[in-house]
């Protein structure tokens, strides 16, 4: 958990560290470490712009949630940045399959940081494809179900939102 918030702070060498050493523990007990290294790396990649080598890492995480029937979208942590990696490697179908997943549970379990999340991703397929009118009606969804919880622990998913789209 260390290692993840140390990524999302943007302290790479620190998340790094913890990531090594998180996988160290798990592999001594005999367990897979993909959640939250898979995660970890993921989202410093994304930061420094090696969205293959995210998708390298968050695919096996995102995998091993869906192959134990994981509909929770908070329990399958990286699927933004998931979905973003996929996109940034013109692996569409990929991300449109994760996004039609999530959306159908977080709408079902009505998890509006989940649908926040979901949009924005959806942006990003329709900036993908020149479709800037749908990008932005995307970003306009994200926005409201990021407004539904304003002050809960997801407000980064927002700060995030506010970037891509400020990158687009």
Not at 47 to 66: D, G, I, V
Not at 137 to 157: C, I, K, M, S, V
Request: net charge negative; aromatic share 6%; hydrophobic share 45%.
């Amino acid at each position: 958990s260390r290692a993840v918030i140390a990524a999302y702070r943007g302290l790479v060498d620190r998340a790094r560290s913890e990531a090594a050493e998180a996988h160290r523990l798990a592999a001594a007990v005999g367990l897979p470490d993909l959640l939250f290294s898979g995660l970890t790396y993921g989202v410093l990649d994304l930061s420094l712009n090696e969205p293959a080598s995210a998708l390298a890492h968050l695919r096996p995480a995102t995998e091993e949630k869906l192959s134990m029937g994981v509909q929770e979208p908070s329990l399958l942590l990286g699927f933004p940045e998931h979905v973003e990696a996929a996109v940034a490697c013109g692996e569409l179908d990929e991300a449109g399959g994760l996004l039609d997943f999530v959306e159908e549970h977080a709408r079902r379990l009505d998890r509006a940081w989940a649908l926040g999340c979901c949009a924005r991703g959806r942006a990003l397929m329709a900036t993908a494809r020149g479709d800037e009118a749908a990008a932005e009606g995307a970003f306009a969804l994200a926005y409201d179900q990021h407004a539904r919880r304003p002050n809960h622990f997801r407000t980064y998913e927002l700060a995030r939102t506010l970037l891509v789209h400020g990158s687009i």
